[in-house]
T-cell receptor, first 116, second 113 residues
Framework: DVKVTQSSRYLVKRTGEKVFLECVQD?????MFWYRQDPGLGLRLIYF???????EKGDIPEGYSVSREKKERFSLILESASTNQTSMYLC???????????????FGDGTRLSIL | SQELEQSPQSLIVQEGKNLTINCTSS?????LYWYKQKYGEGLIFLMM?????EEKSHEKITAKLDEKKQQSSLHITASQPSHAGIYLC?????????????FGSGTQLTVLP
C-alpha cells in the first residue's frame, strides 16, 4: 500500500513565523502535491512537483513556497505565517506512467495548522 | 477551467437504505476519481473511472461514468454507519496531463443507526 506521511497532525504557530510542513511518500512516486482544504472552498492546489527540484504553482501559491530536494520528500513553507493561512493542509503523491496515463493521487492524513 | 459540481451537498439516511451521489463536469472527463474523507483526516482513494460507460464496484459501493463522460454517480447499497464521511470526486482537467486534479466540493454523508 502507498504510504504518504505528513510530519504533524496538529500544529500551532504564531503570526510572522516561518513554518515548515513536511511530507514523505514511500512508493517512489514522481508527482507530489500540496493542497489546503477550507469549509465551503473545498480542496485548492497550492503547489505541485513532478520531479526532484521541479515545482509548479497551483491555484493559490501566494504566501507559500516549496522544496523538493529528494524524490520522496516534498516540503511546504509558509514564509511568514498569517492568520488567513489557518487551514487543513493535505499532501498527495501519484505515479507518473507517461503523460497520457491516469493515476490516482494518494493522500496523507493532513496537518491542521492554526496561526495565532 | 474544469468545474465539478457534486449533489447533494449533504445527505442523511437511515442505516440499510441505498443512496446515490452525483458528480457533474462542465467538460469531458478524462479520468474520474472518487475519494472518501472522514472528518479531520486525509482522503482515501476509492475508485477510478476512465472510459465512457465504465462501472466499478468495491464492496457495497458502485461508481459509474456515463457514456458522454461528463457525469459520474456513486451508489451505496444498504448503507452502514461506517459509510459516513465526505465523498469527493476529482477529475483530470485535460487528456494530456496526468498530474493535476480538480475536486468537487464534496458530499457530506450521515448514516443514522
Amino acid at each position: 500500500d502507498v504510504k504518504v506521511t505528513q510530519s504533524s497532525r496538529y500544529l500551532v504557530k504564531r503570526t510572522g513565523e516561518k513554518v515548515f510542513l513536511e511530507c514523505v511518500q514511500d512508493m517512489d512516486h514522481e508527482n507530489m502535491f500540496w493542497y489546503r482544504q477550507d469549509p465551503g472552498l473545498g480542496l485548492r492546489l497550492i503547489y505541485f512537483s513532478y520531479d526532484v527540484k521541479m515545482k509548479e504553482k497551483g491555484d493559490i501559491p501566494e504566501g507559500y513556497s516549496v522544496s523538493r530536494e529528494k524524490k520522496e520528500r516534498f516540503s511546504l513553507i509558509l514564509e511568514s505565517a498569517s492568520t488567513n493561512q489557518t487551514s487543513m493542509y493535505l499532501c498527495a503523491s501519484s505515479l507518473s506512467r507517461g503523460r497520457r496515463s491516469n493515476q490516482p493521487q494518494h493522500f496523507g492524513d493532513g496537518t491542521r495548522l492554526s496561526i495565532l | 477551467s474544469q468545474e465539478l459540481e457534486q449533489s447533494p451537498q449533504s445527505l442523511i439516511v437511515q442505516e440499510g437504505k441505498n443512496l446515490t451521489i452525483n458528480c457533474t463536469s462542465s467538460k469531458t472527463l478524462y479520468g474520474l476519481y472518487w475519494y472518501k474523507q472522514k472528518y479531520g483526516e486525509g482522503l482515501i482513494f476509492l475508485m477510478m473511472l476512465q472510459k465512457g460507460g465504465e462501472e466499478k464496484s468495491h464492496e457495497k459501493i458502485t461508481a459509474k461514468l456515463d457514456e458522454k463522460k461528463q457525469q459520474s454517480s456513486l451508489h451505496i447499497t444498504a448503507s452502514q454507519p461506517s459509510h459516513a464521511g465526505i465523498y469527493l470526486c476529482g477529475a483530470d482537467p485535460s487528456s494530456g496531463s496526468a498530474r493535476q486534479l480538480t475536486f468537487g466540493s464534496g458530499t457530506q454523508l450521515t448514516v443514522l443507526p
